[in-house]
C-alpha cells in the first residue's frame, strides 16, 4: 500500500464543541478548540479485479464541512482515499489533541483480501480534554473504480456521522447513514443487483437514477408518505418498472423514523 502524509503539525481552525469541569458547588463548561492535521492519503496496492468493497466511516460528532464522499471513477484502477483527521480538545490541551489524531489516523486503512477490500476510519482515544467521538476523519473522499455491466460494484457504505455523498457507481449498492446527516446518491443499477439506501436517524435521502432504469421492484419509504417525492411518474413503490429481469432485483429508499418522524425521500433523474 502506497501512502503519503503530511506532519501532524497541528493548526487552530476554529472553536466548538464544548467540555465540562466540575468542583465542589460548581459546573464550569469550555468552548473547546478543532485541532486539524494535514490531510492523509492512501492508494490500494493493487488493481481492483471485482472485488467487494466496504467503506466504514466511523466520523466525528463535531464537524465542518465534513462527511463521507464516494466518487465512482471509470478511468480509476485502484482505491484512493484522503482524509482530514480531526480532533476537539480543550484550547490548552492541544498536546493530548495530538495524540488523537495520532491515534486515529492509525484506524485509516486499505484492507485487501482475496474477495473483499475494506477502507475504514475510527477514532482516536481519551487523551485529557480530547474525547474519542470528537476525533476522527472529519471528510474522508473515496475514490473507487466505477463498475458497469460487465463488471458491477458489489458496494457497500457506512458513516456513523455526517453526509454521504455517492456518485458515478454501478452494481449492488448497500448506504446506511447511522448518524446526523443527509444521504445524496446517484446510482447506476446492474441487472439482477439489489440497491438498499437508508437514512436511519429520520435523516433525508436523495437518490437520482438514470431516466431509462429498469427495477423489479422499487420500494420508497417515509413517514408520513407526504415526504416522499418521486420525478417517475411510471415509478409506483412496491411496483416494478421496465421489463422484469432486464435491472436492478430491488431498489429500496428509506428514510427510518426518528422521535416519530423521518426525513424526506427523494428520488429523481440524473
Same mark, same amino acid.
Given at each position: 500500500?502506497?501512502?503519503?502524509?503530511?506532519?501532524?503539525?497541528?493548526?487552530?481552525?476554529?472553536?466548538?464543541?464544548?467540555?465540562?469541569?466540575?468542583?465542589?458547588?460548581s459546573?464550569?463548561? +469550555?468552548?473547546?478548540? @478543532?485541532?486539524t492535521s494535514?490531510?492523509?492519503?492512501?492508494? !490500494?496496492?493493487? $488493481?481492483? /479485479? #471485482?472485488?467487494?468493497?466496504?467503506?466504514?466511516?466511523?466520523?466525528?460528532?463535531?464537524?465542518?464541512?465534513?462527511?463521507?464522499?464516494?466518487?465512482?471513477?471509470?478511468?480509476?484502477?485502484?482505491?484512493?482515499?484522503?482524509?482530514?483527521?480531526?480532533?476537539?480538545?480543550?484550547?490548552?490541551?492541544?498536546?493530548?489533541a495530538?495524540?488523537?489524531?495520532?491515534?486515529?489516523?492509525?484506524?485509516?486503512?486499505?484492507?485487501?483480501?482475496?474477495? +473483499?477490500?475494506?477502507? @475504514?476510519?475510527?477514532?482516536?482515544?481519551?487523551?485529557?480534554? !480530547?474525547?474519542? $467521538?470528537? /476525533? #476522527?476523519?472529519?471528510?474522508?473522499?473515496?475514490?473507487?473504480?466505477?463498475?458497469?455491466?460487465?463488471?458491477?460494484?458489489?458496494?457497500?457504505?457506512?458513516?456513523?456521522?455526517?453526509?454521504?455523498?455517492?456518485?458515478?457507481?454501478?452494481?449492488?449498492?448497500?448506504?446506511?447513514?447511522?448518524?446526523?446527516?443527509?444521504?445524496n446518491?446517484?446510482v447506476?443499477?446492474?441487472?439482477?443487483?439489489?440497491?438498499?439506501i437508508?437514512?436511519?436517524?429520520?435523516?433525508?435521502?436523495?437518490?437520482?437514477?438514470?431516466?431509462?432504469?429498469?427495477?423489479?421492484?422499487v420500494?420508497l /419509504?417515509?413517514?408520513?408518505?407526504?415526504?416522499?417525492?418521486?420525478?417517475?411518474?411510471?415509478?409506483?413503490?412496491?411496483?416494478?418498472?421496465?421489463?422484469?429481469?432486464?435491472?436492478?432485483?430491488?431498489?429500496t429508499i428509506?428514510?427510518?423514523?426518528?422521535?416519530?418522524?423521518?426525513?424526506?425521500?427523494?428520488?429523481?433523474?440524473?
Amino acid at each position: 500500500m502506497r501512502t503519503t502524509l503530511g506532519l501532524v503539525t497541528l493548526a487552530l481552525v476554529g472553536v466548538a464543541g464544548c467540555s465540562v469541569s466540575t468542583a465542589p458547588g460548581s459546573i464550569t463548561f +469550555k468552548s473547546q478548540t @478543532r485541532f486539524t492535521s494535514p490531510d492523509i492519503t492512501k492508494t !490500494s496496492a493493487k $488493481d481492483w /479485479s #471485482g472485488e467487494a468493497i466496504e467503506i466504514n466511516d466511523d466520523g466525528t460528532s463535531v464537524s465542518v464541512n465534513g462527511g463521507l464522499r464516494v466518487i465512482g471513477d471509470p478511468t480509476a484502477k485502484r482505491i484512493t482515499i484522503t482524509a482530514r483527521v480531526i480532533a476537539y480538545a480543550d484550547a490548552d490541551d492541544e498536546a493530548n489533541a495530538k495524540l488523537s489524531i495520532a491515534e486515529a489516523q492509525q484506524t485509516l486503512t486499505i484492507t485487501e483480501e482475496a474477495q +473483499k477490500i475494506t477502507v @475504514r476510519c475510527g477514532h482516536g482515544q481519551t487523551h485529557g480534554s !480530547s474525547k474519542p $467521538d470528537k /476525533s #476522527g476523519c472529519e471528510l474522508l473522499t473515496v475514490t473507487i473504480p466505477s463498475g458497469d455491466a460487465t463488471t458491477p460494484l458489489n458496494l457497500t457504505v457506512g458513516c456513523g456521522n455526517g453526509d454521504i455523498t455517492l456518485s458515478r457507481v454501478t452494481g449492488q449498492i448497500l448506504v446506511e447513514e447511522n448518524g446526523t446527516g443527509s444521504i445524496n446518491a446517484s446510482v447506476n443499477p446492474a441487472k439482477g443487483k439489489p440497491i438498499q439506501i437508508t437514512g436511519k436517524q429520520g435523516n433525508d435521502v436523495t437518490v437520482a437514477l438514470p431516466a431509462d432504469f429498469a427495477a423489479d421492484q422499487v420500494v420508497l /419509504s417515509a413517514e408520513p408518505a407526504s415526504k416522499i417525492s418521486n420525478a417517475f411518474s411510471d415509478v409506483q413503490s412496491g411496483s416494478g418498472r421496465g421489463t422484469q429481469g432486464t435491472g436492478a432485483s430491488k431498489i429500496t429508499i428509506t428514510s427510518t423514523p426518528f422521535a416519530g418522524s423521518s426525513g424526506t425521500v427523494s428520488l429523481t433523474k440524473q
